[in-house]
């Protein structure tokens, strides 16, 4: 995915960033370039990263060795936290051979892009309008350490947007300048109250901004909250600004901001500019604005799969990082978690505040309190368990999960009251349809690549019938799955009795579940081969539903996976999926279900509802990685084998 016409050309830097950041040497290693140092000969470049103190460096040589300059900058999505306040490598760059796209005073790359580039192509203005609407979805920007549940003010008021002294897209303007900027606001619009948008490196990272406590009056305030951009602009009335990203993003949500400066977005009939580039003439579309800024200028990079990659992995992977640090920052307290669970609990849930353990459910400061499953807690505790791709390996031998939820007053396993999975199952219809897009796309890699939620077992016997093959799924009987979401029948032994006596005439496959099938939990059938035609002993779970037409289950998650597969799933039970009118449904539906479509469940189970981490160190990671990571067959940290003995001697004694 290198640029063709760039053949690894020599990079000549001059600044240590280039060589000592492993990611921005990666990025450009992948987009064709070959970093250097030492003087540029003859077809080689010199690389320089925008306007910053060093890059005078670069300019010399390049000026008398005639060297052309490629200009490198962070793409417009960098990172959930500016650099300055948390060191982050960035997830794309700007490369520019021509100038830098902040610089209104010459052309460059992303100008030419936006003056010359057809723009016709409807599958990439549909990719652009897709990736916006997700990017409101998860209320994202060039930095997302922002939080949705911030309200605004009351509508009717202005924003004027704040940068930082001395950043470079000012291109010298200083607090004259933004002065200016507030007496236009202000004057213009005489009614309302005007909100000075602080930039988040001023308020952690040590920088300043160009507005002092003199300016602000009654009318005049500061808004220093972490509010996301795209409840920012909800009730705004005018936007103003000199260059930042945040304009940019202002246009998104429907506004035409008030430009001072002369910034790339400025200048396509899209801004109001006080300051125009008279060599931007073109008209574009909010679409066509975003496809060039957003996917057709940058050089994004997925680091799961070592490559560069396309916005939509970019949103999916700063979605992740985002809702982690959103629901993650007043730190946890696990209480009453199994020791072998601490060491990943840990490195998944303790990377903003680290995490603490106790015995029972006591206040400490403003941390939530988790429990495991169905533990005696009150409605108001956070309860954890495993998510639907859990790992490559069981529960019962104590590997590490590759995903967790968190949920409350219950579980998505418990149908009698309505949880989170609910919600989002219930608000699926009105997902943009980037996240739609994007749950068909999951979907299909999961079926494409086999993959279930332990990801074991053997392959199919040869299995020779005519008869319709229907999959009766074993479960663990005491399983709270079973405990809370069956009614009349809730063994294994019943389930086959009833599949059989439903259909007498069918070739059915027992699979039991692998716990049990180990010894190690209770759900055993000595009798299954005199019910069912074939027992299928150490068999995946994919190679099981391959030979079936139909599967049968009490609430094993296995049904959901056959749903993801196209095939038909009838439920004695009343599990997560079922109640949507995608299963046959043989237990009531509870009141607060209602019908939904394949692409909606997906999303709400796979998407929505889960965390995902990185098994190594635990890092939030996108479930479009975590299945990556499944098929590459990522090797999950092992469990201290005195802890897996220390966890089976008590776990009779645990209730």
């Not at 539903?545 to 799933?569: C, I, K, N, Y």
Request: proline share 7%; aromatic share 8%.
């Amino acid at each position: 995915m290198t640029d063709d016409d760039t053949n690894a050309n020599r990079l000549c830097v001059y600044s240590g960033g280039f060589l000592s950041e492993g990611r921005l040497k990666r990025i450009l290693e992948l987009s064709g370039w070959e970093v250097s140092v030492g003087i540029p000969g003859e077809n080689d470049w010199v690389g320089i990263w925008g306007r910053t103190p060093t890059a005078w460096r670069g300019e010399a040589v390049a000026g008398w060795t005639e060297a052309p300059v490629l200009t490198v900058e962070d793409a417009l999505l960098r990172s959930v936290h500016p650099n300055r306040t948390r060191p982050s490598p960035p997830v794309g760059l700007f490369l520019d051979r021509t100038g830098v796209h902040f610089d209104g005073s010459e052309s460059s790359d992303l100008e030419t892009l936006l003056a010359t580039h057809p723009l016709d192509d409807t599958a990439l203005l549909n990719r652009a309008r897709a990736a916006m609407g997700q990017l409101a979805h998860w209320h994202l920007g060039k930095y997302s350490a922002t939080d949705p549940d911030i309200a605004p003010p009351d509508p009717g008021y202005v924003v004027v947007i704040d940068q930082t002294e001395g950043d470079a897209a000012l291109m010298g303007a200083g607090r004259d300048a933004f002065l200016e900027m507030l007496t236009f606001a202000r004057e213009e619009n005489p009614a309302s109250t005007v909100y000075i948008k602080t930039h988040p490196e001023t308020t952690g990272g040590g920088r300043r901004g160009h507005f002092r406590d003199e300016d602000y009056t009654d009318r005049v305030r500061p808004m220093t909250e972490p509010i996301s951009p795209w409840r920012l602009f909800e009730g705004a009335v005018g936007v103003y600004s000199h260059s930042s990203t945040l304009g940019f993003e202002a246009i998104f949500t429907g506004h035409n901001p008030r430009i001072f400066g002369q910034p790339f977005y400025a200048g396509w009939g899209l801004t109001r500019n006080e300051n125009p580039v008279a060599r931007r003439t073109r008209k574009l579309t909010r679409a066509q604005l975003f496809a060039v800024a957003m996917i057709l200028y940058p050089k994004w990079y997925d680091p799961i799969r070592d490559r560069l990659c396309e916005i939509e992995d970019i949103i999916a992977a700063l979605a992740a990082e985002a809702r982690a640090w959103r629901e993650d920052r007043l730190g946890y307290l696990a209480v009453g978690m199994a020791p072998w669970k601490r060491p990943h609990l840990g490195r998944a849930f303790g990377r903003e505040e680290k995490l603490k353990h106790a015995r029972r459910i006591r206040q400490v400061g403003a941390r939530k309190p988790v429990v495991w499953g169905m533990a005696d807690a009150p409605d108001s505790t956070l309860r954890m368990e495993d998510g639907f791709l859990r790992s490559r390996g069981l529960g019962a031998e104590l590997t590490p999960p590759l995903s967790l939820v968190l949920d409350q007053p219950s579980l998505y396993f418990d149908p009698s009251v309505e949880g989170r999975l609910d919600r989002l199952i219930a608000d699926s219809n009105t997902l943009p349809i980037g996240e739609i897009q994007r749950a068909d796309r999951l979907m299909a890699k999961i079926s494409a690549n086999c993959l279930t939620k332990y990801n074991i077992g053997a392959d199919l016997p040869e299995i020779s019938s005519d008869a319709p093959k229907i999959l009766i799924v074993g479960q663990v009987e005491d399983d709270a799955s079973v405990i809370h979401g069956c009614h009349d029948v809730r063994t294994n032994r019943d389930l086959l009795q009833r599949a059989r006596s439903e259909n007498p005439d069918a070739c059915l496959l027992w699979k039991p579940h692998p716990d049990v099938e180990a010894g190690r939990r209770k759900g055993d059938v000595p009798d299954a081969h005199d019910i069912a035609d074939h027992v299928l002993t150490n068999v995946s779970a994919v190679a099981a539903m391959d030979a079936a037409d139909q599967v049968w289950t009490m609430t094993s998650t296995l049904g959901f996976e056959a749903l993801l597969r196209g095939l038909p799933v009838t439920c004695l039970g009343m599990p997560f999926y079922a109640g949507h009118g995608l299963t046959t449904d043989l237990a009531p539906r509870p009141s607060h279900r209602n019908d939904a479509t394949l692409a909606g469940l997906v999303h709400a189970c796979l998407i929505g509802y889960p965390r995902y981490f990185h098994p190594g160190d635990g890092k939030p990671i996108s479930p479009e990685a975590a299945v990556q990571l499944l098929i590459n067959g990522v090797e999950f940290p092992r469990t201290n084998r005195a802890l897996i003995w220390l966890h089976r001697l008590i776990a009779p004694f645990r209730g």
